[in-house]
């Protein structure tokens, strides 16, 4: 069964530091890009970001929005993919999707999602 | 950068009868990497359609996409109680961003 498991959501002051993390199983993990994507309270899905697979030289790719503030990073050993968001604001409150992506077969699978709330 | 207009925003229709929702994108979008979800209250979305019109694993072929280049469409015939969602395109595509569309919600009478 393919799962994705998102952690590491909680509460934080703004201009704080958070990481999340994102489990894969049941799939070959390795060959997948993988993206991260928010969704605001009450609000539509938005893009964050992206780390293509080793065969693209695990290229990154951001959201204007969080561009030098956030950073996307993979382990293909463990099966896991991470998001370091740093110099957080109010508006980053949301929760966090991983996602994965084969262009065989679109982007697929979605975590549940973690809550990140920016708060004073 | 892509921007998708989804239209109507909202979409009230009787069960059986079949919804039409679009996607209009600002440029092309390269090759048709669309891709349209389902999002019921509280839940992650699910993907339906990728590639513009190719169905996801265990979706029923009462969703189909089509469209090209800037005009995508997601047809639900003969519609259920449990279709009941907000709906969106995505363009996942060859550079970033890669955008979602506003969300059409479906509402079922």
């Known amino acids: 069964e393919v799962q994705l498991v998102e952690s590491g959501g909680g509460l934080v002051q703004p201009g704080g530091s958070l990481r999340l993390s994102c489990a894969a199983s049941?799939?070959?993990?390795?060959?997948?890009?993988m993206d991260w994507v928010r969704q605001a309270p009450g609000k539509g899905l938005e893009w964050v970001g992206r780390?293509?697979?080793?065969?693209?030289?695990?290229?990154?790719e951001y959201a204007a929005s969080v561009t030098g503030r956030f950073t996307v990073s993979r382990d293909d050993s463990r099966n896991s993919l991470s998001l370091q968001m740093n110099s957080l604001k109010t508006e980053d409150t949301a929760v966090y999707y991983c996602?994965?992506?084969?262009?065989?077969?679109?982007?697929?699978?979605w975590g549940l999602g973690t809550l990140v709330t920016v708060s004073s | 950068e892509i921007v998708l207009t989804q239209s109507p925003g909202t979409l009230s229709l009787s069960p059986g009868e079949r919804a039409t929702l679009s996607c209009r994108a600002s440029?092309?979008?390269?090759?048709?990497?669309l891709a349209w979800y389902q999002q019921k209250p509280g839940q992650a979305p699910r993907l339906l359609i990728f590639?513009?019109?190719s169905r996801a694993t265990g979706i029923p072929d009462r969703f189909s996409g089509s469209g090209s280049g800037t005009d995508f469409t997601l047809t639900i015939s003969r519609l259920e109680p449990e279709d009941l969602a907000v709906y969106y395109c995505?363009?996942?595509?060859?550079?970033?961003?890669?955008?979602f569309g506003q969300g059409t919600k479906l509402e079922i009478k």
């Open positions: 780390i293509r697979n080793k065969a693209n030289s695990y290229a990154r």
């Open positions: 590639g513009a019109s």
């Open positions: 049941g799939f070959i993990f390795s060959d997948h890009y």
């Open positions: 995505h363009q996942y595509g060859r550079s970033p961003p890669y955008s």
């Open positions: 996602v994965s992506l084969l262009w065989s077969s679109g982007p697929a699978n």
């Open positions: 440029q092309s979008v390269s090759s048709n990497s």
